[in-house]
């Protein structure tokens, strides 16, 4: 009876060990990247394209993943050639398989795709993951196990005790003077904190929650303040604002340009790293990137006023501060090099110095105006109504402006000679993007030009999504959401590099971004939810191992990589709002 017991035993075992290795190899198999596509998955009743790199197939099978079953046979599509790097590639499409389930894109029976999946809210993990990913940008806090998992780490950087660089001291602030400005994120893959940089993070992150505000009810990411009656989006962005607020001079509402050490910290852990930080500069681009982010935080809040009294009201007297401080200051500029020619010690971190305050005019005053009704704002601002509408960067914000201008001008009656140039650039901008889409080797909007591969390539691509979406509200054309969800999977592995430039996702992953944290902390995967820079043939690193200089193969996974592989909150922000207004508007 005991070795009748032990046979079925090793008999089942036997037959579990044989099962395994039958369907292990469609999942261990080396998966080609000669086809490109979103590997995470698609909506069931949206579009299904992967990419085909060469000429040497003509037809492609779908299989279900775990049983291996052809569940589809088509055609390619006809070759495409790259305008960057004259590779052929040819389409798939599977749209017609909508069965949720795992598959593969097989050619030839043996070739075969990363696994995705087939169903509803396909990117919802995407969308949580980039919003959680500030999380970990979190500075002056424990990060506990609970909330960060295996990336859990002590506080790093308390800022309790920050000094007045000689280049902004006031009447009450001599040089050496402490303040205290903690919280906030590390910009990048360094330690430091920057208010031009920040301001056009929050305000794509608030624009997010004032076009979607219901989607965000239950839009749960594990951090600390999860389930508190706030949304978890807004609890976020509240915790870089907190230190916003810090950032303003009380004196006169003046807004100092960065919080930073005078060098970057080494590849060390934050709570390693023990230089003086500085407070740098008022200046007038960073006071009206903080009164548009001030403006349309005092909007936002005031529906919480019960949860947190009195926020609303700080966030838009620090607004008409920094306005009217900016007012009287049009025209001061910040010029790392001239500081550093005038002051000690020098400061060598991220200058994001700009030299024209324009955009920063138009995004403040559509705020202001947008906050309090009053269209005296707009007043003696050149709106640029007549030229095209630039894409967001933290150097250009005018399109932020724009965009609460179309948010809010049922609300506030607008006059139709503003909000109508408004829909026309808009509407424009996304017109001239959709030219000869189907003529584009990865059927993506993004890289259609060659300048579309810059440094932080990967927020192109994500912004051009947001300006889709806005001229898909304004038009109901289906056309402009089905183009900006092909830029969501141009992110998510359907590029010429066959990355998933989101890390922690997909079957070709980021593992090796140019990020302190993830460099430090001795953890094989890198803190997950951060978008990678993406391609850019400046390769300004200078690192030796790029495989290729075509504009959109140019991107190596490779830590020295700041310049195709570092991350940066400003091109997570545009992540955050493209992954999740697509799931918002696709389950509809």
Request: aromatic fraction near 12%; proline fraction near 6%.
């Amino acid at each position: 009876m005991i070795f009748k017991t032990f046979l079925s035993r090793i008999c089942t075992i036997s037959i579990i060990l044989y099962v395994v290795q039958v369907q292990k190899p469609l999942f261990a198999q080396h998966t080609s990247d000669e086809i490109r596509l979103n590997q995470v998955g698609f909506y069931p009743n949206g579009p299904k394209l992967a990419i085909v790199s060469g000429d040497k197939y003509t037809d492609f099978s779908v299989l279900n993943a775990s049983s291996g079953k052809v569940v589809f046979k088509g055609k390619l599509g006809p070759q495409l050639t790259s305008q960057h790097s004259g590779k052929v590639t040819r389409p798939a499409d599977f749209t017609s398989v909508v069965k949720p389930g795992k598959y593969v894109i097989a050619l030839s029976g043996t070739v075969k795709s990363a696994p995705f999946e087939i169903k509803k809210n396909v990117h919802k993990g995407v969308a949580q993951a980039s919003l959680k990913g500030f999380y970990y940008q979190r500075v002056s806090v424990d990060l506990p196990e609970k909330y960060a998992g295996k990336w859990a780490r002590p506080a790093g950087h308390p800022d309790t005790k920050v000094l007045i660089h000689p280049s902004a001291v006031s009447g009450d602030r001599p040089e050496n003077f402490v303040i205290s400005a903690p919280r906030g994120w590390y910009d990048a893959g360094d330690y430091n904190k920057y208010i031009v940089n920040s301001g056009i993070t929050v305000g794509t992150l608030l624009s997010l929650y004032e076009d979607f505000p219901l989607y965000f009810e239950n839009f749960n990411t594990n951090i600390p303040e999860s389930n508190n009656s706030v949304p978890d989006l807004l609890d976020e962005v509240l915790y870089n604002l907190r230190w916003m607020l810090a950032m303003q001079d009380p004196a006169d509402g003046g807004v100092y340009h960065k919080l930073t050490n005078p060098r970057f910290d080494g590849m060390i852990m934050p709570d390693a790293a023990d230089k003086p930080r500085y407070v740098v500069q008022k200046n007038t681009v960073a006071t009206l990137d903080f009164v548009a982010v001030m403006a349309q935080a005092g909007r936002i809040f005031k529906n919480f006023e019960n949860k947190l009294p009195g926020l609303s009201d700080s966030c838009l007297v620090a607004a008409v501060k920094g306005w009217e401080w900016a007012k009287k200051n049009p025209d001061v500029y910040y010029n790392q090099n001239e500081i550093n020619a005038k002051f000690d010690p020098d400061i060598v971190t991220g200058a994001y110095g700009d030299r024209s305050a324009a955009d920063e005019w138009i995004w403040a005053a559509s705020e202001m105006y947008a906050t309090t009704g009053k269209a005296d704002y707009l007043k003696g601002v050149d709106m640029k109504f007549g030229a095209p509408m630039p894409l967001p960067t933290w150097s250009m914000v005018q399109a932020l402006g724009y965009y609460t201008l179309l948010r809010m001008a049922e609300d506030l009656k607008t006059e139709a000679a503003v909000v109508d140039p408004v829909k026309k650039s808009v509407t424009a901008f996304s017109d001239e993007l959709l030219k000869e889409l189907e003529k584009q080797p990865y059927n993506t909007v993004m890289g259609k030009n060659a300048k579309d591969y810059s440094w932080g390539s990967s927020s192109v691509a994500a912004n051009q999504g947001i300006a889709l979406l806005y001229t898909f509200k304004l038009t109901k054309d289906r056309k402009y959401l089905l183009a900006a969800l092909g830029n969501l999977d141009y992110l998510l592995g359907r590029n010429a590099t066959t990355y998933c430039f989101l890390t922690g996702f997909g079957s070709k992953k980021v593992m090796h971004p140019h990020h302190r944290l993830s460099i430090a902390d001795g953890i094989a995967d890198p803190v997950p939810g951060l978008l990678s820079g993406g391609p850019n043939p400046g390769q300004q690193d200078k690192c030796t191992t790029y495989t290729s200089k075509f504009a959109d193969e140019s991107f190596t996974d490779d830590d020295c990589s700041y310049a195709s592989n570092e991350i940066a909150i400003n091109w997570n922000a545009p992540m955050v709002y493209l992954s999740a207004a697509i799931e918002a508007l696709m389950e509809k």
